[in-house]
């Protein structure tokens, strides 16, 4: 049974730091990229920041880069998202997506993406 278990969401004050972890069982990690993703209410989900199966290759949302790095520990199973310098604008659902198949650069898509986790709420506000 595969799960995708995200935490560490929280409020923050602008400018602070957060770091999100997504756990990930029944699923191996070398043949399955991770990406996060957020959408705010009455906004469309975007894609923040992704790592490939292959460990190799990330990308990021061009509202994060910079600011936001991904990582990946493949002895606990857990994708990192280490996120500095939040913005109010940074308030959203987090949540770890995984997409199947051997890749060297991954996708920032949400359509590309086939198992969700249920998403932890970041709200950055003073």
């Known amino acids: 049974q595969w799960r995708l278990a995200e935490s560490g969401g929280g409020l923050v004050q602008p400018g602070g730091p957060l770091r999100l972890s997504c756990e990930v069982s029944g699923l191996p990690l070398d043949i399955y990229d991770i990406g996060w993703f957020r959408q705010a209410p009455g906004k469309e989900r975007e894609g923040v920041a992704c790592i490939s199966s292959s460990g190799g290759g990330t990308d990021y949302g061009d509202s994060v880069k910079g600011r936001f790095t991904i990582s990946r520990d493949d002895g606990k199973k857990t994708i990192y998202l280490q996120m500095s310098s939040l913005k109010p604008e940074d308030t959203a659902v987090y949540s770890c997506?995984?997409?199947?198949?051997?890749?060297?650069?991954?996708?920032?898509?949400?359509?590309?993406?086939?198992?969700w986790g249920q998403g932890t709420q970041v709200t950055v506000s003073s």
């Open positions: 997506a995984a997409r199947y198949g051997i890749h060297y650069m991954c996708l920032l898509s949400s359509s590309d993406y086939d198992y």
